[in-house]
Structures are given as structure tokens and as C-alpha cells.
Nanobody, 113 residues
Framework: QLQASGEGLVHAGGSLRLSCAAS????????MGWFRQTPGKQRESVAT???????NYVDSVKGRFAVSRDSAKNTMYLQMNSLKSEDTAVYYC?????????WGQGTLVTVSS
């Protein structure tokens, strides 16, 4: 089970950190990631991280967002800097386990311009 937190309202240019706490060990989870969705649009991948620490970002957040994971705390993070109004969305964390994506609940990020 995944529990996302860090919901907030920030001004453009500000920062926010999201956390995704797992109920069990994440050490064996190869791929975890952050996704976001806005009304009327499909959920998109924002950032992913493997158990080996390899990361991948959607072009629109490269250089501004950083995904990390702490196996000791069974938690994944998304540090979001230089936020833009277009980053406003519901953010979801996900983990691929046995070829199936497990989702946490969404957490709302609102960036005011």
C-alpha cells in the first residue's frame, strides 16, 4: 500500500516536496514513480526511479524536479522546484510489482501564477 503526502498550494517559482510511503519494504520494487493528472487529460508519467537509482523524467520537468527513494524509510520523494502553473495537477505515486502498477491515492498540487 502506498500513501502519498505533501499536498499544497504554492506560488509560481516555489518548491514543494511530495512523499510516498510504502507499507512494506521497497527494496525489491524495481520501478517506482510519480504521475500526474489534470481534468480531462490522461495520467502522465512525471518521474520514475529504479531500485538501482536510475531516473527518468518527462521533458517538461527536467532540471526542476528530482525523484529519490529511501529504502531505509520505505519512502519515495519528489522534490519539485521552480514550480509553474502548468504543474498544477493531482499527483500519484506508483510502484510496479509483479508486472502490475500499484497506485497510491492522489495528492493535489496547486501552483498559483
Amino acid at each position: 500500500q502506498l500513501q502519498a503526502s505533501g499536498e499544497g498550494l504554492v506560488h509560481a517559482g516555489g518548491s514543494l516536496r511530495l512523499s510516498c510511503a510504502a507499507s512494506g519494504s521497497i527494496s525489491s520494487i524495481n520501478v517506482m514513480g510519480w504521475f500526474r493528472q489534470t481534468p480531462g487529460k490522461q495520467r502522465e508519467s512525471v518521474a520514475t526511479i529504479t531500485s538501482g537509482g536510475s531516473t527518468n523524467y518527462v521533458d517538461s520537468v527536467k532540471g526542476r524536479f528530482a525523484v529519490s527513494r529511501d529504502s531505509a524509510k520505505n519512502t519515495m520523494y519528489l522534490q519539485m522546484n521552480s514550480l509553474k502553473s502548468e504543474d498544477t495537477a493531482v499527483y500519484y505515486c506508483g510502484a510496479v510489482v509483479a508486472s502490475r502498477v500499484h497506485w497510491g491515492q492522489g495528492t493535489l498540487v496547486t501552483v498559483s501564477s
